[in-house]
């Protein structure tokens, strides 16, 4: 948090403004303090974005959960031949 | 150990815990399991015979998924059968808010208050289902990071551009795959119609 705020001072940084930094949150690439201070506290008091939050957050987990593939032992023993050839 | 033997262990080391990223990407842009794992083979193998133009090795994964990327690039995309990059590509630079301004309302009041249940009961192959659907640069860059865990920097890497782009691809393409969502929702008859309060009528 910058210096120049004290901790209970916040931007009201309004929704479209939320938005605009949703995914950066979300995605763990908001990196400035204040910003995600300010984010974080639009959060607190705006129903919608939090309720949008929680349902991104959801959705992360989903695709995580059934995007994830598994290569097949076929590929896995065809590089380790490669590998042996290096 | 040798210097090359020592290199050689960390490359192996490397691809073998990379293998299952490896793979599904591969899958990604290839479209089918065979030429996806011949795109891992020749990646692995080009890679390889790179190894010299890693210059850290903190960097080996976004490195290794490059090489994969220009290997589809330059032998498996003129076969491959992925719609025409959206003109959603080429408007990078603009805001996310022109993009809301194109959705309909319906959908933005459903956004603001979704229903969880929904999400809850969505099969997950409907949800890839609507990622493979979007536009390239779209799909690819939300599998990168929300799916194999790649960071916007590393995404940028890989892609060969700004991390500028790969977070306005991210928002875009993020709203996007919510709005495909909505409408499945609608036709599956799960997404109730929402007052301006939020309340679902």
């Known amino acids: 948090m910058n210096s120049d705020k004290s901790s209970h001072e916040h931007d009201d940084i309004g929704c479209l403004e939320a938005i605009e930094a949703f995914y950066t949150y979300l995605d763990g690439e908001l990196s400035d303090p204040q910003a995600i201070a300010d984010f974080e506290h639009h959060m607190s008091h705006c129903r919608s ?10 959705l992360n987990r989903r695709m995580r959960e059934t995007g994830t593939s598994k290569a097949p032992d076929e590929l896995r023993s065809r590089v380790r031949r490669l590998l042996d050839e290096f | 150990m040798t210097e090359d033997d020592d290199l050689k262990t960390f490359f192996s080391r490397e691809i073998e815990a990379s293998m299952d990223n490896l793979y599904g990407t591969a899958m990604r842009l290839a479209g089918s399991g065979a030429d996806a794992e011949d795109l891992v083979a020749e990646s692995v193998s080009k890679a390889w015979s790179a190894i010299e133009t890693l210059q850290d090795r903190r960097s080996f994964r976004p490195w290794v ?3 994969l990327h220009n290997c589809f690039i330059s032998k498996y995309r003129r076969d491959a059968v992925r719609p025409a990059e959206s003109r959603l590509e080429e408007n990078d630079e603009e805001g996310l808010a022109a993009l809301l301004n194109e ?6 009041v459903w956004w603001a208050n979704p229903e969880r249940q929904f999400f809850n009961s969505m099969l997950g192959s409907a949800i890839m289902a609507a990622i493979n659907n979007l536009p390239d640069s779209f799909r690819l860059t939300i599998a990168l990071v929300n799916i194999e865990g790649l960071t916007y920097d590393e995404a940028a890497q890989v892609l060969g551009v700004a991390p500028g782009t790969i977070r306005s691809r991210m928002k875009r393409g993020r709203t996007l795959l919510q709005k495909a969502l909505w409408q499945q929702a609608r036709d599956a008859g799960l997404a109730a119609t929402n007052d301006n309060n939020g309340n679902a009528e």
């Open chain 1, 49 to 58: 974005c939090f309720s949008r939050a929680e349902v991104e957050r959801l």
């Open chain 2, 65 to 67: 998924f490059r090489i």
């Open chain 2, 103 to 108: 959705q309909p309302d319906e959908f933005l």
